[in-house]
């Protein structure tokens, strides 16, 4: 019997590839670029997609998808990429990759924390540089952790594995999400992002990118923080304004900062190269072996159990489909 045909949008790590081998016939775009324009004409003929943070799925290209695609799959826990509803207009699920990777990007929320904290980028580049000079009982003194209020904006799986992590930093944990989260228990609940960050000595954005969090950190809100406080980002670059996140390291509101996600990826605005008491890191928050293999399995057996055993797997981010789903549109391939 045929496999159903795969649209795999950038080379994945060999044993989701092998998963992936073994239940479709793959068609794999080989280019390390991401597929941009090339999405259309390659999903030509296939039954499922499974595509990146990096490729957008807006109402304009759900249009134009062959209707031979039946299922989605996103590499990737955010799903800002992809317009559901128009997905669900068209009667294809789609699945995400949520929990696999939720270790990783707290273990990168905690890097970016102590590397800010601690200005421990600009002490490597001056070793690396030979400018290390003598020790010295004035130079690189950062702030430690210990007995900060960390102040976490989405309290999610993710946000969780942050404040569970801190705990053994002795830090005092404290969130701001929309309703109290039923697992947050013992950490401080703030009913509103500005409250939050009046009491935040060390404040995460782990929020996802969503109509109503887009653009929420601005000048007005930075300017509430505690002067010289930590400042870190592993969710998505679209929260930040990042004119006014500049102005506050510059002016030293912000006191450090640490970043994974900006605007524009991977075109970062040039002024953050420029920044003192500043980690950055090009969005690697997922990247460990264990997620990636994680998310590559998560994203090949959704699709697989939905389009081989006619199954509805827990990922989906558009249930509602599910029931839409007609004789007409819910052909085997
Ligand atoms: C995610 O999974 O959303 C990560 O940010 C990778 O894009």
Same mark, same amino acid.
């Given at each position: 019997?045929?496999h159903?045909a ?7 790590p060999?044993p989701?590839?092998?998963?992936a081998r073994?239940?479709?016939?793959v068609?794999?775009?080989? $280019?390390?670029?991401p597929i941009?324009?090339?999405l259309?004409p ?5 039954h499922?997609l499974?595509?990146m943070?990096?490729d957008r799925?807006?109402?304009a &290209?759900w249009?134009?998808l ?9 590499y990737?826990v955010?799903?800002?990429h992809i317009? &559901?509803t128009?997905?669900t207009?068209?009667?294809?699920? %789609? !699945?995400?990759?949520p929990? %696999?990777l939720s270790?990783?990007v ?7 924390? &102590?590397?800010a904290?601690?200005d ?6 001056t &070793?690396?540089?030979r400018r290390?000079g003598p020790w010295?009982?004035?130079? !690189?003194?950062g #702030? ?5 209020r960390?102040?976490?904006y989405g ?5 969780l594995?942050i404040?569970q992590r801190?705990?053994g930093?002795?830090m005092q %944990?404290?969130? @701001?999400?929309r309703?109290v $989260?039923p697992?947050?228990?013992g950490?401080v609940? @703030?009913?509103s ?10 404040f995460?954005v ?5 109509p109503?969090t ?9 300017a509430?923080?505690p002067h010289?406080?930590? !400042?870190v ?6 929260l930040?304004?990042?004119?006014a996140l500049i ?10 900062a640490g970043?994974?996600?900006? #605007?524009?990826?991977p075109?970062?605005d040039?002024r953050?190269?420029e ?7 090009p969005?690697?928050g997922?990247?460990? $072996?264990d997620?990636?293999?994680?998310m ?6 959704a699709?697989?159990?939905?389009l ?5 797997p827990?990922?989906?981010?558009n249930p509602?489909? !599910?029931?839409m789903?007609t004789a007409e549109?819910?052909t085997?391939?």
């Amino acid at each position: 019997m045929n496999h159903p045909a795969l649209l795999i949008t950038r080379r994945l790590p060999e044993p989701v590839l092998a998963l992936a081998r073994a239940a479709f016939d793959v068609k794999l775009w080989p $280019h390390d670029e991401p597929i941009g324009v090339q999405l259309l004409p390659w999903a030509q003929g296939c039954h499922a997609l499974l595509v990146m943070a990096t490729d957008r799925l807006d109402a304009a &290209l759900w249009q134009q998808l062959p209707p031979t695609v039946q299922a989605v799959s996103t590499y990737s826990v955010g799903h800002d990429h992809i317009d &559901l509803t128009a997905a669900t207009a068209r009667g294809v699920p %789609v !699945f995400n990759t949520p929990d %696999v990777l939720s270790d990783a990007v707290a273990e990168t929320a905690l890097l970016l924390m &102590l590397s800010a904290a601690r200005d421990a980028s600009a002490a490597e580049t001056t &070793l690396r540089e030979r400018r290390w000079g003598p020790w010295s009982p004035t130079r !690189f003194l950062g #702030r430690q952790l210990t007995g900060q209020r960390l102040g976490i904006y989405g309290m999610g799986r993710i946000g969780l594995g942050i404040a569970q992590r801190a705990l053994g930093f002795g830090m005092q %944990v404290q969130y @701001h999400n929309r309703t109290v $989260h039923p697992d947050a228990n013992g950490f401080v609940y @703030h009913p509103s992002l500005e409250s939050l960050m009046a009491h935040s000595d060390v404040f995460c954005v782990c929020a996802p990118s969503t109509p109503q969090t887009r653009g929420a950190i601005n000048a007005e809100r930075l300017a509430l923080l505690p002067h010289g406080a930590v !400042f870190v980002n592993i969710a998505r670059g679209d929260l930040i304004d990042e004119d006014a996140l500049i102005e506050a390291i510059t002016s030293g509101q912000v006191g450090a900062a640490g970043l994974d996600v900006y #605007r524009n990826e991977p075109t970062i605005d040039p002024r953050f190269l420029e920044l003192p008491r500043t980690t950055l890191l090009p969005h690697i928050g997922s990247a460990t $072996h264990d997620a990636r293999n994680g998310m590559g399995r998560l994203a090949v057996e959704a699709l697989q159990a939905f389009l081989l055993n006619q199954q509805r797997p827990a990922n989906c981010l558009n249930p509602d489909v !599910f029931p839409m789903r007609t004789a007409e549109t819910a052909t085997r391939p």
